[in-house]
């Protein structure tokens, strides 16, 4: 079931291909499929379209993070933070920050995260 529906959402894309949400949704899908490779091409076509995007960023800086690639889901994080430095935002940068024991700065994200 998850494969159709990333189908269909990647067919809406394609034809709606300045469509930032149909970009995103379709990012979604392929997510729910196990597609990531096609999911982080969708969220980065969902940018180039908008750029402030939030939910997207989110998404392609975590999903980077679950494929290994953790110095530049860091770097998307820290992109993320200075411009919506909500707690989550900063846990997530924290957890990335100890995964790569940068204990200070983690700890220090994580206590922004608190306040």
């Not at 982080?40 to 180039?48: G, T």
């Not at 939910?55 to 994080?77: Q, Y």
């Not at 933070?81 to 100890?98: C, G, M, R, S, Y």
Request: net charge negative; charged share 25%; hydrophobic share 45%.
């Amino acid at each position: 079931m998850a494969k159709e529906a990333a189908d269909v959402f990647d067919e809406v894309a394609t034809i709606a291909d300045d469509n930032p949400d149909a970009q995103y949704h379709a990012g979604m899908g392929h997510l729910q499929a196990g597609n990531l490779a096609k999911a982080k091409m969708r969220w980065r076509k969902c940018l180039e379209i908008d750029p402030h995007h939030s939910t997207a960023r989110f998404n392609l800086a975590t999903l980077t993070a679950e494929m290994g690639d953790i110095p530049e889901a860091t770097v998307m994080m820290r992109e993320i933070v200075a411009q919506l430095p909500e707690p989550d935002n900063h846990k997530t940068l924290a957890i990335l920050l100890f995964k790569q024991e940068m204990h200070e700065e983690a700890i220090s994200q994580f206590n922004k995260c608190i306040e």
